[in-house]
C-alpha cells in the first residue's frame, strides 16, 4: 500500500531554517509529482509547493516564494521541503501528498504530517 | 480568504442528506476539475471525488460530487456519525499557477 511517511518537525526560532523530508513506498514515486501543504492550527488548507515527477520543475504558493525550496531524490523516493528564514505563521502541520499526475490532476494520498511551529 | 468559497458549517440528523457547495465567485469552477477531501478531525485528509464526480476505489457511493455554472457541489446521503469531518474543496489555478482550496466544511452529524 502507498506510504508517505514525514519528518523533520519541530519547533524553530524565527529567521532559522528547518529541512522537511517525506519517504515514500508503496508506488512508482519517480513517476509523480509530489506537493506539499500545510495547514495551520484549527485553519484550512493551504498549499505550500509542487514538483515535478522529474525534478525538472515547481511552482510555489505566494507566501513561501523565495523562502521555501521543494526538492527530491527519486533515487531515495524521498520529498524534501527546505524552509528558510521561517515566520511564525509558517507553524503548522506539514504534509506530503502525492498528485494522481504531474502537478494539477488531485491529490490521491497524504502523509500523516509533520508539526512545525516557529517560535522564540 | 480562500479562493474557493465553501460554507463554513452544516448540520444534520443522521440518515439524512446534504450538501456542500464551492463557488468561486464569478469565475466557474467548471472550467477546472474539483476535488474534494474529508478531513476527520487530528487526522491527515483524504481524497474523497475527484474530477468533479469519480469516486476513489473504497469510498461509498453515498457520496457524490457535481458541477454546475459557478458551483461544484459534493452530496452525501444516508448520513452516519462517522461522517463528522472537515470536507475541503480544491482545484488548480492555471493563471495562478497554484492549488486553491476552499476553506473547509465541518459537518456534524446529530
Known amino acids: 500500500q502507498v506510504q508517505l511517511v514525514e519528518s523533520g518537525g519541530g519547533v524553530v526560532q524565527p529567521g532559522k531554517s528547518l529541512r522537511l523530508s517525506c519517504v515514500a513506498s508503496g508506488f512508482t514515486f519517480s513517476s509523480s509529482g509530489m506537493h506539499w501543504v500545510r495547514q495551520a492550527p484549527g485553519k484550512g488548507l493551504e498549499w505550500v509547493a509542487v514538483?515535478?515527477?522529474?525534478?525538472?520543475?515547481?511552482y510555489y504558493g505566494d507566501s513561501v516564494k523565495g523562502r521555501f525550496t521543494i526538492s527530491r531524490d527519486n533515487s531515495k523516493n524521498t520529498l524534501y521541503l527546505q524552509m528558510n528564514s521561517l515566520r511564525p505563521e509558517d507553524t503548522g502541520t506539514y504534509y506530503c501528498?502525492?498528485?494522481?499526475?504531474?502537478?494539477?490532476?488531485?491529490?490521491?494520498?497524504w502523509g500523516q504530517g509533520t508539526l512545525v511551529t516557529v517560535s522564540s | 480568504q480562500s479562493v474557493l468559497t465553501q460554507p463554513p458549517s452544516v448540520s444534520a440528523a443522521p440518515g439524512q442528506s446534504i450538501t456542500i457547495s464551492c463557488s468561486r465567485g464569478s469565475s466557474s469552477v467548471g472550467e477546472t476539475f474539483i476535488s474534494w477531501y474529508l478531513q476527520v478531525a487530528g487526522t491527515a485528509p483524504k481524497l474523497l471525488i475527484h474530477d468533479n464526480e469519480k469516486r476513489p476505489s473504497g469510498i461509498p457511493d453515498r457520496f457524490s460530487g457535481s458541477r454546475s455554472g459557478t458551483s461544484a457541489t459534493l452530496g452525501i446521503t444516508g448520513l452516519q456519525t462517522g461522517d463528522e469531518a472537515t470536507y475541503f474543496c480544491?482545484?488548480?489555478?492555471?493563471?495562478?499557477?497554484?492549488?486553491?482550496f476552499g476553506g473547509g466544511t465541518k459537518l456534524t452529524v446529530l
Open positions: 501528498a502525492r498528485d494522481a499526475g504531474d502537478y494539477a490532476s488531485f491529490f490521491k494520498d
Open positions: 514538483i515535478w515527477f522529474d525534478g525538472s520543475n515547481a
Open positions: 480544491g482545484t488548480w489555478d492555471y493563471s495562478l499557477r497554484a492549488w486553491v
